[in-house]
């Protein structure tokens, strides 16, 4: 069962606190932590919270959920936000996804590689569609079983690279943040794992959502 915070106006600093818990935990464990971000511009204020906070960044790798299929320096790859609101700021180790490579299918095989065996920390958003990554809604790679990194079909005009199903279910933790009462329906149906969007279809054992929509 997903743990649900209701933050209202907090949800920068509650998001934000649940992420370093679990990477501080980790990082006492075992001397290193992982996490993997999403995109869009709801988590800037926790990834800029995040870059605040005294952690041993050198320990932690920083790997993408999703990133839209567009050149190096493109203001639509979602590595723009995360390098602005965070790894221009701490030292941690950054593996961006390889989205300029000529042979993108081989690129996300090698991507899965630098994986770790499970992912500590996976941030996911929720979108008004229902979809989660860029897992979409009709596309072949929400039923990937087989593959952790994998290449989808042009949604809102980009092919984009994801991890997969098994990549997030996977996870230590899975941190859902989704903001804005456009949202609250889409919570629901989140929260009820309703099997009809791909964020439905998500495993929720082990993981928080961090919301002001409900």
């Known amino acids: 069962m997903i743990r649900i915070l209701r933050a209202g106006p ?82 941690a180790r950054a593996h961006p996804m390889p989205v300029d490579a000529p042979d993108l299918e081989t690129a996300a095989r090698r991507y899965a590689t630098e994986l770790p065996p499970s992912l500590d920390v996976v941030h996911l958003g929720l979108g008004e569609d229902g979809h989660t990554a860029s897992l979409v809604p009709l596309d072949p790679v929400v039923l990937i079983e087989d593959q952790l990194v994998a290449i989808t079909d042009p949604y809102r005009g980009h092919r984009r690279m994801t991890l997969t199903r098994p990549a997030l279910d ?9 903001s804005g009462p456009d949202k609250a329906d889409m919570v629901e149906r989140l929260i009820a794992r309703d099997p009809l969007i791909p964020a439905g279809l998500i495993s929720q054992e082990r993981a928080v959502l961090v919301t002001d929509a409900i």
Do not use: C, H, M, Y
Request: net charge negative; hydrophobic share 50%.
């Open 170 to 178: 996977g996870a230590g933790l899975i941190v859902w943040i989704v």
């Open 10 to 91: 907090d949800l920068a600093d509650v998001a934000a606190d649940v992420i370093v818990q679990e990477l501080k935990a980790q990082i006492a464990s075992r001397g290193s932590a992982s996490i993997a971000v999403s995109g869009g511009r709801t988590p800037w204020p926790v990834f800029e919270r995040l870059s605040d906070v005294a952690i041993p960044w050198t320990a932690i790798d920083v790997f993408q959920v999703d990133e839209r299929v567009a050149p190096l320096g493109s203001a639509d790859r979602n590595l723009a936000g995360l390098e602005e609101t965070l790894l221009d700021r701490v030292p």
